[in-house]
C-alpha cells in the first residue's frame, strides 16, 4: 500500500522559512517522479517543484526559483521541500505526489497535504 505523509507546515512570517517532508511508504523512487504542488484557496493546483527518478534532475517553478530547494533523504523515502523567503503569496495547502514513470506509468499517488501560511 502506497501512502505519502506530508508533514512541516505551519505559519511562518515573511522572510520565514519552513522544511516540508514526504514521507513516502509503498514506493520504489527508482520509478517515481517526486513532485510538490500547492493550491492556494480560489486557484488551481499549480506544480512547485519536482525531483525526477533521474538521480540529480531537479526543477522549480519560476516563481519559487531561487528559494525553493527539493531533495531527497540519502537513506530514507523521505522527499523534502525548504522554503526561504517566504512570502504571502507562498499561502497554500502543499500537497506531495508521486508520478509513475517508466514500469510504473500511469501511477500517481497524493497526500493528505500540508498548510503553509504566511501573513501580510
Known amino acids: 500500500q502506497v501512502q505519502l505523509v506530508e508533514s512541516g507546515g505551519g505559519l511562518v512570517q515573511p522572510g520565514g522559512s519552513l522544511r516540508l517532508s514526504c514521507a513516502a511508504s509503498?514506493?520504489?523512487?527508482?520509478?517515481?517522479?517526486m513532485m510538490w504542488y500547492r493550491q492556494a484557496p480560489g486557484k488551481e493546483r499549480e506544480l512547485v517543484a519536482r525531483?525526477?527518478?533521474?538521480?540529480?534532475?531537479?526543477n522549480v517553478a519560476e516563481p519559487v526559483k531561487g528559494r525553493f530547494t527539493i531533495s531527497r533523504h540519502r537513506t530514507q523515502n523521505t522527499v523534502y521541500l525548504q522554503m526561504n523567503n517566504l512570502k504571502p503569496e507562498d499561502t497554500a495547502v502543499y500537497y506531495c505526489?508521486?508520478?509513475?514513470?517508466?514500469?510504473?506509468?500511469?501511477?500517481?499517488?497524493w497526500g493528505q497535504g500540508t498548510q503553509v501560511t504566511v501573513p501580510s
Open positions: 505526489n508521486a508520478h509513475g514513470v517508466r514500469q510504473a506509468a500511469g501511477r500517481d499517488y
Open positions: 509503498g514506493i520504489n523512487f527508482v520509478f517515481y517522479d
Open positions: 525531483l525526477s527518478s533521474i538521480p540529480g534532475v531537479t
